[in-house]
Nanobody, 112 residues
């Protein structure tokens, strides 16, 4: 199982970013996928989940601002983040719900 996150960066409050997670080594289309984040000094927290059928659920803190999507043909899951806030600053990770493997994460920094 390999997961490679990308797309992070430094943005100002209110701006947007789109994160990508390229997966390999397992049957992506039959795996629900999750995005997590970990801010400095805090526990890793669940951001949202996308099922194999494309249904999504989100943490209350990002609901209405973040959108998860997937492209099974590309073995990729995305996290579209709009209206970013300083409290969204964290390292973002994707994870298959079937395996306990993590990628290296991608840093998102929101600051004016």
């Amino acid at each position: 199982v390999q997961l490679v996150e990308s797309g992070g960066g430094s943005v100002q409050p209110g701006e947007s970013l789109r994160l990508s997670c390229a997966a390999s080594g397992f049957s992506f289309s039959v795996s629900a996928m999750s995005w997590y984040r970990q801010a400095p000094g805090k526990e890793r927290e669940l951001v949202g989940v996308i099922t194999t059928g494309g249904s999504t659920n989100y943490a209350d803190s990002v609901k209405g601002r973040f959108t998860i999507s997937r492209d099974n043909a590309m073995y990729t899951v995305y996290l579209q983040m709009n209206s970013l806030k300083p409290e969204d600053t964290a390292v973002y990770y994707c994870k298959s719900n079937r395996f306990d493997s993590w990628g290296q994460g991608t840093q998102v920094t929101v600051s004016s």
